[in-house]
């Protein structure tokens, strides 16, 4: 596929909100972008749990703009460097992790960014690549060779690294070899540009230190936003479970991105839509709830396509503002005749104890066909095909 040299387009892209920075510039790389050579542009994330989240789709979104552009664009799995703890944003050691769990996570981060990525372009697809395949063959003397191209006083320059020497916390040796292993993936695959968020521009610039000096090459660095909340300063953490998350069904989706705080409408807007930027006004004028569920819908469709999109919003406006049961509810499967809500409570997975279950109910947390039952002890007899609100948002149809 041949580039697309119009510089408007490209600065369009560049211009959306999401890049906060580029290294050396921004003129030097719609210059290289705009010259008709066919760029190679990554980025990486380590398999640290189950769930990308939104702050990740935005960037994933990014790349597939310039792929569409013609561009060689390669999403990268650290499935080396997850066993050995990324520093960034730490105060403490990150857990490392097993082969197992890594190989587990990228299953599933592999199926909930393929609706983000043109993987069935015959022409240009997307690459998909993992770091175990040049870092697990690197020799002690390799290691040594890229150690030697920095110095402690460069690794303690970091931010989380100051923190913990002031707080008298350890620093492992390994943690330094961290920037080097990523670092050392750009030169790997001889890539021209690597994004990035703002807590990898450490890691980003030691893969440009490397290419400079191993290959003789300047790198681009993209650096994008985490998505901050604006007034608490929160991010969005996929080892902390904090976040919109990409593996979450339809309904939880638009849920969950209803129940962010408005501040962070116009975040998503910019971020996580492509809708143009010129309708920004006049959607965040239509007030926080309606724009929430314009942006909401369109976030969801990206995801799980329009049909799905649709279904969660009319679930969500029944649920909420006309008090409905949802359509295509969950089964829970549970023997014919008579049994206790709080057996009932407890079956559906919803809370972990029969204690929760028993508090959750005596708070008005159990419906069965829209009638509440605050009596956890109360038999009730089960024919099949009776709607179960179960708490504020988990939804069944009793199948016997």
């Known amino acids: 596929m041949k580039p697309i040299t119009e510089k408007v387009k490209i600065s369009e892209i560049l211009d959306r909100g999401v890049i906060v920075d580029i290294l050396p510039s921004k003129e030097k790389l719609i210059e290289a972008m705009s010259s008709g050579k066919r760029l190679k542009m990554y980025i990486g994330a380590d398999p640290t749990s189950t769930s990308l989240h939104l702050s990740h789709a935005k960037n994933y979104m990014l790349l597939e703009e310039f792929r569409q552009l013609g561009h060689e664009v390669i999403v990268l799995f650290g499935d080396f ?128 230190t490397l290419m400079r000096k191993l290959k003789d090459k300047e790198k681009f660095v993209v650096i994008v936003n985490l998505m901050e909340n604006p007034k608490t300063h929160e991010l969005m953490s996929k080892s902390r479970g904090t976040g919109v998350f990409l593996a979450s069904p339809a309904d939880d989706m638009y849920g969950a991105l209803m129940a962010q705080p408005d501040e962070m409408t116009e975040i998503f807007f910019v971020n996580c839509t492509r809708i143009p930027l010129a309708q920004k006004s006049a959607v965040l004028a239509l007030g926080p709830k309606a724009a929430k569920e314009r942006i909401a819908f369109e976030i969801v469709k990206t995801m799980h396509g329009e049909k799905k999109a649709q279904l969660a919003q009319e679930n969500f406006d029944k649920l909420f503002s006309k008090h409905e049961m949802p359509n295509d509810l969950p089964e829970l499967k549970l023997k014919i005749g008579e049994r206790a809500v709080i057996d009932i409570v407890f079956a559906s997975g919803v809370v972990k104890s029969k204690g929760e279950s028993r508090r959750l109910i005596e708070q008005g947390g159990f419906e069965i066909d829209g009638k509440v039952v605050k009596d956890p002890a109360e038999a009730l007899g089960l024919k099949g095909g009776e709607a179960v609100k179960i708490g504020k948002k988990s939804f069944f149809r009793i199948k016997t």
């Open 81 to 208: 460097t997850a066993r050995i703890g990324d520093p960034s944003g730490r105060k403490d050691s990150r857990p490392q992790l097993s082969k197992k769990q890594i190989t587990e996570n990228v299953k599933g981060w592999v199926k909930q960014i393929k609706p983000l990525l043109n993987f069935n372009d015959k022409k240009n697809p997307p690459r998909i690549m993992y770091n175990s395949k040049w870092l697990s063959k690197l020799s002690f003397e390799d290691i040594i060779h890229l150690s030697s191209q920095f110095t402690v006083q460069q690794m303690l320059e970091r931010d989380m690294f100051q923190k913990r020497l002031h707080e008298n916390a350890p620093i492992y040796l390994h943690e330094f070899l961290y920037p080097l292993m990523q670092g050392y993936d750009s030169v790997a695959m001889d890539v021209d540009i690597e994004l990035c968020g703002t807590d990898q521009t450490f890691n980003a610039l030691a893969g440009r």
